[in-house]
């Protein structure tokens, strides 16, 4: 008997379309549909018996299955009542084909009896029932899934209440022989606390040469400066000298949320520093938890004055602290408690101030060393042009200029990448030059009034240079440099600068008339109402006499006296504001009157300057020279003539 293709049987090909139009849809589907298709499987896997796993060619429908048998057209049949399945053999089938399945009623009592009577041999094979093995596996699924939570949330909280405690604990960065690779050789202009930090180091390194004749070693030694003075480079020099045990904080690491977190870290510090005695401490920044006690409203028992008596007591307490030297530094030593500052805790405070000519040629020295500068730039000239730079000022000024000389693909640094790093760090980035009009015009004269007044009048300091450039938020600049280093001013000079500063609205007012003045010289009139009050309530350099009306301006603390009463009356008051008005319209009218006798002069200059955009200091006295000597002469002709 033939093998019968699926064309003879339309039913079955109608049936395999099917089958193979959701194979073609299920590859289409989106992804939720995949997930869902591939836990079919899963279960299929699950809860299908091995027997029934084989590929079926073709399936037959029950009444299909009946007909055959009545006809006596199969051969062997394979029952399986567990799964309802029964796999059919027909006669004549080829023997490699796969036996054809059929799906079975739950109520089949009569169907064995039929398979017997038609002749066809019967097998009853039971496979195995896998739902209660997959019930099992899935219970188990969920209970390790529930476990694994659960322990996951228990590792957390544990780790959390670790934290918790771990927040008492010092956050210092410990060194036992700390390398920053810095020496006492890598910081300049500041000789005077190198020597006092240089005993530090001595001791530590021969202490039988102070304790053979009785003497200690300070416990504490404060560093005071401005900010950028080499306060914190000092430490770390002082960190790679002494081979000894450092540590290194912030004082702003001490304080947290937390109340009794910032005690407990002092007492977790020092007690680490005594087990590595003799050692060092560093406290960068301490006015961050060495305020001055008693500033807080409510009372003092807050979490800041608990850290500060910690600190006091370990530094200087009933049971001592011997061989840990603190070191501290600060820029606000006005803000800091009296009882941290007394001998015991912090023995010694040293200065850390601008650097004077020979130190900033000093710093220059130590920051050019790895920078390519070129041989016709004069170390000496930037340290002359930069009074009032610290340290980290004259750093940044070099690494300005290499970055220019980058810029510009230059081999080495030369005069004018130091020109422009200079103009970069007083005055900001450089700005588009305006267009020639009036704008530019009225500037020129602005600037031009400065440079002039500033010039003619005596004991001024000398002018840099005028230029129109624009740099940060200033359309145009003049700037001056002392031509020495001068701790104190005098009346004389202070009256200079006044008149100085107030040139370029003079200038304004005399060139351009009162109904043009600009508002560019908002700035230079709180500057030099700043200068007259000072003169007057400050230093007694007016009519009221010599006496101080207003102190230096201290953080207002709750019980400071100086702070509960007025320090002038009204009266006092107001002849206050008298002197200050006099002696600005004083320095005003002789701005004026310099303006107006050199007239002839600014004008000459105006042009030059609208042409240059920049002139230089040394040029601009010898303009000024040259056309006020030739305006004298004409002068002095027309009153011969």
């Not at 899935?138 to 209440?161: F, P």
């Not at 000072?534 to 009306?549: C, E, H, P």
């Amino acid at each position: 008997m033939k093998q019968k293709s699926c064309k003879n049987h339309p039913h079955l090909f109608s049936l395999k379309k099917e089958y193979s139009g959701k194979v073609i849809k299920s590859g289409k589907a989106n992804y939720f549909h995949k997930l869902a298709v591939g836990w079919m499987i899963l279960q299929t896997f699950l809860f299908v018996s091995p027997a029934f796993a084989q590929k079926v060619d073709e399936k037959l429908s029950y009444g299909q299955f009946l007909q055959k048998l009545s006809k006596g057209e199969v051969e062997v049949v394979e029952l399986d009542e567990t799964a309802k399945k029964a796999k059919v053999r027909l006669k004549g089938q080829d023997l490699k084909a796969p036996p054809r399945e059929v799906l079975l009623f739950d109520n089949n009592h009569r169907l064995t009896s039929r398979i017997i009577e038609s002749g066809a041999k019967l097998e009853v094979r039971s496979s195995l029932d896998r739902s209660a093995t997959a019930g099992i596996l899935m219970n188990l699924l969920i209970i390790s899934l529930v476990l694994g939570g659960l322990i996951m949330i228990i590792r957390r909280s544990a780790g959390a209440s670790g934290q918790a405690f771990s927040f008492g604990k010092s956050r210092a960065r410990f060194q036992m022989e700390a390398k920053t690779g810095i020496k006492f050789g890598d910081v300049a202009g500041i000789e005077e606390a190198k020597e006092e930090l240089q005993e530090v180091v001595t001791f530590l390194k021969e202490p039988e040469k102070f304790t053979a004749i009785g003497a200690k070693i300070p416990r504490g030694m404060l560093l005071i400066g401005p900010p950028g003075t080499g306060k914190t480079l000092l430490a770390k020099a002082i960190s790679g000298e002494a081979g000894v045990p450092f540590f290194s904080i912030s004082g702003s690491e001490f304080v947290e949320m937390f109340v009794g977190v910032g005690a407990s870290r002092v007492r977790d510090l020092f007690k680490k520093a005594k087990e590595s005695a003799p050692c060092l401490v560093f406290i960068d920044e301490i006015d961050a938890v060495g305020r001055q006690r008693g500033a807080g409203i409510g009372g003092g028992n807050d979490e800041r004055e608990q850290t500060l008596n910690q600190l006091l007591t370990e530094m200087d307490g009933f049971e001592g602290n011997s061989g840990v030297i603190v070191i501290a530094a600060t820029n606000r030593p006005d803000v800091l408690d009296s009882a941290l500052l007394r001998p015991g805790r912090f023995d010694r405070q040293v200065m850390v101030d601008y650097p004077d000519y020979r130190g900033r040629l000093g710093i220059l020295d130590v920051h050019a060393r790895d920078k390519k500068i070129a041989p016709e730039v004069s170390l000496e000239a930037i340290a002359r042009r930069t009074p009032g730079f610290s340290g980290a000022d004259l750093a940044n000024l070099l690494n300005e200029a290499a970055i220019f000389t980058a810029r510009r693909r230059k081999e080495a640094v030369t005069q004018a990448e130091v020109n422009d790093a200079i103009d970069r760090v007083v005055a900001g980035m450089e700005g588009t030059a305006l267009i020639d009009g009036k704008a530019k015009r009225l500037i020129a004269y602005h600037e031009i009034g400065h440079a002039i007044v500033a010039t003619l009048i005596p004991d001024h300091d000398l002018l840099e240079k005028v230029t129109l450039i624009p740099r940060g938020q200033a359309q145009g600049l003049t700037w001056f440099t002392p031509d020495e280093e001068q701790g104190l001013i005098t009346r004389t000079q202070i009256l200079g600068k006044i008149t100085s500063t107030l040139g370029g609205r003079a200038a304004e007012d005399i060139i351009f008339g009162d109904s043009e003045v600009t508002t560019g010289a908002s700035n230079d009139l709180e500057k030099v109402t700043s200068m007259a009050r000072q003169m007057v309530t400050k230093f007694g350099m007016s009519d009221l006499g010599l006496i101080a009306l207003e102190s230096q301006q201290q953080p207002v603390f709750l019980g400071n006296d100086s702070m509960q009463r007025s320090e002038y009356s009204e009266a006092i008051s107001s002849r206050i504001d008298s002197q200050i008005r006099q002696i600005v319209m004083q320095c005003y009218e002789n701005a004026k009157k310099i303006i107006r006798e050199n007239r002839d002069a600014i004008d000459r200059i105006a042009d030059i300057l609208i042409e240059q955009e920049t002139i230089e200091g040394a040029e601009f006295r010898k303009l000024v020279s040259e056309l006020s000597d030739s305006a004298k002469s004409k002068k002095s002709n027309l009153v011969a003539n």
